[in-house]
């Protein structure tokens, strides 16, 4: 293989001050199959992984060309399955921002909640770290706040659209945090002991031998000194895991209280008093959900669903702007849906084709 690419790669993870690991972690492969790409010592690339590497890097539009390219992968194979490439646009800084309704994954994608955030990121300020639960109904966005909490603290301004740079100083108090991403509908996080590893590896504290994942929890206890954030998706399914016993739950309440420097921030339909009645009811009773603060996700403003808008691939006219805002009221999963039917139907009839596909998310 050209040693082209390796030479790109070791140039990205060295300008954004990232380490092999952290990549590895991202896109699912090991440390040591980064540090032989890096070396060229890989003949044919997986061009899905090395999309899913550019994706994690955040290159820009002009750097990713060139990093595909250099991997031997054509454009065809440089299309990450987690975005809707269909309906993508590039700004006026050329920055990728796309019509979709799946959960976001880049920073320069996420839109709104301004508000929210900086409330949630207050719960983060000083030690000891709070504990977040925000809820919403579907489709309102969860998993897609959690993917943004993650990625914005490491984010340069360089790859943001320009309104996003705007009020995000409050951010490089951040930078430094551990941000673990944990969605139980994964099959490893269905499991304590390959729950607990998996934490462990991506604070850089994995022993090299524990067998039982008590001992696995209590070096997580005693020996985590950075500031970390554990973002979990989908908890309903996690409490519904048979493996995932009440044990499981009131270690995790152990380490809420006992870990300064440790905050849960958690994602769910349900408000604290239903996840609790729903653990009990499971027979996983734990006061594990009494230690978090509760947050309310809401609909867009509608400044911020106007900012969304701007970037459709079509001018769009006021009324059809004023017809999705009113109704989507404001959601940004509809707003989705009825910007990406105004863009694919022809003629007058779009409107009723966005009310049927309203209709039947409902």
């Given at each position: 293989m050209d040693k082209k690419f390796g030479i790109l790669l070791e140039k990205h993870l060295g300008d954004k001050n990232l380490k092999r690991n952290?990549?590895?972690?991202?896109?699912?492969?090991?440390?040591?199959?980064?540090?032989?790409?890096?070396?060229?010592?890989?003949?044919?690339?997986?061009?899905?992984?090395?999309?899913?590497?550019?994706?994690?890097?955040?290159?820009?539009?002009?750097?990713?060309?060139?990093?595909?390219?250099?991997?031997?992968?054509?454009?065809?194979?440089?299309?990450?399955?987690?975005?809707?490439?269909?309906?993508?646009?590039?700004?006026?800084?050329?920055?990728?921002?796309?019509?979709?309704?799946?959960?976001?994954?880049?920073?320069?994608?996420?839109f709104g909640r301004n508000t929210l955030l900086k409330r949630i990121f207050q719960e983060w300020q000083n030690l000891p770290l709070q504990h977040v639960l925000v809820i919403g109904p579907k489709n309102s966005g969860k998993s897609s706040l959690l993917n943004y909490l993650r990625q914005i603290p490491k984010t340069s301004h360089n790859n943001l659209r320009e309104k996003q740079c705007d009020d995000h100083s409050y951010l490089q108090n951040y930078k430094n945090y551990n941000w673990v991403f944990v969605n139980f509908e994964q099959p490893k996080m269905q499991n304590p002991k390959s729950f607990f590893r998996y934490i462990l590896n991506a604070v850089d504290l994995l022993p090299d031998q524990v067998q039982d994942w008590e001992s696995l929890t209590e070096i997580l206890s005693n020996y985590l000194q950075k500031p970390t954030i554990?973002?979990?998706?989908?908890?309903?399914?996690?409490?519904?895991?048979?493996?995932?016993?009440?044990?499981?739950?009131?270690?995790?309440?152990?380490?809420?209280?006992?870990?300064?420097?440790?905050?849960?921030?958690?994602?769910?339909?349900?408000?604290?008093?239903?996840?609790?009645?729903?653990?009990?009811?499971?027979?996983?009773?734990?006061?594990?959900f009494n230690t978090f603060s509760q947050f309310q996700l809401e609909p867009f403003t509608e400044e911020e669903a106007r900012e969304l808008l701007k970037y459709s691939p079509k001018d769009l006219s006021e009324n059809d702007i004023q017809w999705i805002l009113e109704q989507s009221q404001c959601w940004p999963f509809l707003i989705q849906i009825l910007l990406k039917t105004r863009l694919e139907e022809d003629g007058e009839n779009w409107q009723a084709v966005g009310k049927e596909k309203i209709r039947l998310v409902h």
């Open positions: 952290w990549l590895g972690r991202e896109i699912g492969v090991s440390e040591q199959a980064i540090g032989k790409w890096i070396r060229g010592e890989v003949n044919k690339l997986d061009c899905y992984k090395i999309s899913k590497c550019a994706d994690a890097l955040q290159l820009n539009p002009i750097q990713r060309v060139e990093f595909m390219e250099a991997a031997n992968c054509s454009d065809k194979e440089n299309v990450s399955l987690d975005c809707d490439s269909s309906k993508i646009k590039l700004d006026e800084n050329q920055r990728i921002v796309p019509i979709t309704t799946r959960p976001i994954l880049q920073a320069n994608q996420f554990l973002l979990m998706d989908n908890i309903k399914k996690g409490l519904q895991v048979e493996e995932l016993e009440v044990n499981f739950w009131w270690n995790l309440r152990y380490l809420a209280n006992q870990v300064n420097c440790l905050g849960f921030c958690v994602v769910s339909r349900y408000p604290l008093d239903e996840l609790a009645k729903l653990a009990e009811n499971l027979g996983k009773a734990s006061p594990f």
